[in-house]
């Protein structure tokens, strides 16, 4: 399993990042604690980071996740779907071309945020949301092509990214939260969790998941069942309707 992933550390604009209710407060200050919290588990868990230079004009940078698809050697650079946070990838192009990565982009009118790309067991799960387009998972379906994986789009109605609803354990499972689960079927077989927040896992390795401290009961039945699981706080990226995938983008051993 891959051990490195490419982060983005949290500008000072942080606190006037999207999001889609009332505005809350956010600590500036504490998000950067937590940022690094996040960061040093990566490399507690055996991680190496490539921090991608930060975009202090853009509030949302922090969620690296989102500008990029990662498949093999192709770095697929998306088009974000908030007009704001389009600035962002030009950084991460340039840093995935310094590692070695070929580079394609999303293109107008395709919209993608990475949020909405799960990608497990040789099929490409992609959310058609508020972000992300048909044309966009059009030409991510094209420019995944030649690697073979299946391109499903999932609807995504009752959150900002598939992601934010859905993701697998190293086991295969598919976890979701509720409001989702009218999907289910698509996915087959998809387990629901007792918290929003236990949707998300950053797999750290096949017996070692990384997840947010506010999904306390659903990560004591992911210890139950056998998995370590790392806790972070991250509720200031929270507020931002931010979660802990989106906070890193693995790459899958680097090109080259
Ligand atoms: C946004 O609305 O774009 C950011 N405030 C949060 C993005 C979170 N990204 C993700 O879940 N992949």
């Given at each position: 399993?891959?051990?490195?992933?490419?982060?983005?550390?949290?500008?000072?604009?942080?606190?006037?990042?999207?999001?889609?209710?009332?505005?809350?407060?956010i600590?500036?200050?504490?998000?950067?604690?937590q940022?690094?919290?996040?960061?040093?588990?990566?490399h507690?868990?055996?991680?190496?980071?490539?921090?991608?230079?930060?975009?202090?004009?853009?509030?949302?940078?922090v969620?690296?996740?989102?500008?990029?698809?990662?498949?093999?050697?192709?770095a697929?650079?998306?088009?974000?779907?908030?007009?704001?946070?389009?600035?962002?990838?030009?950084?991460?192009?340039?840093?995935?071309?310094?590692?070695?990565?070929?580079?394609?982009?999303?293109?107008?009118?395709?919209?993608?945020?990475?949020?909405?790309?799960?990608?497990?067991?040789?099929?490409?799960?992609?959310?058609?949301?508020?972000?992300?387009?048909?044309?966009?998972?059009?030409?991510?379906?094209?420019?995944?092509?030649?690697?073979?994986?299946?391109v499903?789009?999932?609807?995504?109605?009752?959150?900002l990214?598939?992601?934010?609803?859905?993701?697998?354990?190293?086991?295969?499972?598919?976890?979701?939260?509720?409001?989702?689960?009218?999907?289910?079927?698509?996915?087959?077989?998809?387990?629901?969790?007792?918290?929003?927040?236990?949707?998300?896992?950053?797999?750290?390795?096949?017996?070692?998941?990384?997840?947010?401290?506010?999904?306390?009961?659903?990560?004591?039945?992911?210890?139950?069942?056998?998995?370590?699981?790392?806790?972070?706080?991250?509720?200031?990226?929270?507020?931002?309707?931010?979660?802990?995938?989106?906070?890193?983008?693995?790459?899958?051993?680097?090109?080259?």
């Amino acid at each position: 399993m891959a051990r490195h992933a490419l982060i983005r550390r949290p500008g000072p604009r942080l606190a006037e990042g999207l999001v889609r209710g009332t505005r809350p407060v956010i600590d500036v200050g504490l998000a950067l604690k937590q940022w690094q919290g996040y960061v040093e588990t990566l490399h507690a868990a055996g991680w190496s980071t490539t921090e991608v230079p930060p975009a202090d004009d853009c509030p949302d940078a922090v969620f690296v996740e989102d500008t990029v698809v990662v498949y093999g050697d192709l770095a697929v650079i998306t088009r974000p779907g908030a007009p704001s946070r389009r600035a962002e990838t030009a950084g991460v192009e340039e840093t995935l071309r310094d590692l070695g990565y070929r580079i394609a982009h999303i293109h107008e009118p395709g919209t993608l945020d990475g949020g909405d790309v799960l990608k497990y067991g040789g099929t490409v799960w992609v959310g058609r949301s508020e972000r992300t387009n048909s044309a966009g998972i059009e030409q991510l379906g094209r420019l995944l092509g030649p690697f073979g994986p299946t391109v499903v789009a999932v609807p995504v109605h009752a959150d900002l990214h598939l992601k934010s609803a859905v993701t697998a354990l190293p086991d295969g499972t598919v976890i979701g939260c509720p409001p989702l689960l009218d999907s289910a079927a698509i996915f087959g077989v998809m387990e629901a969790v007792p918290e929003p927040a236990g949707a998300h896992v950053v797999l750290l390795d096949d017996g070692q998941l990384l997840m947010s401290a506010s999904a306390p009961v659903t990560a004591e039945a992911f210890r139950r069942r056998g998995y370590t699981v790392a806790k972070v706080d991250i509720s200031e990226f929270e507020k931002l309707d931010g979660c802990v995938t989106c906070l890193s983008v693995r790459l899958r051993g680097l090109p080259g």
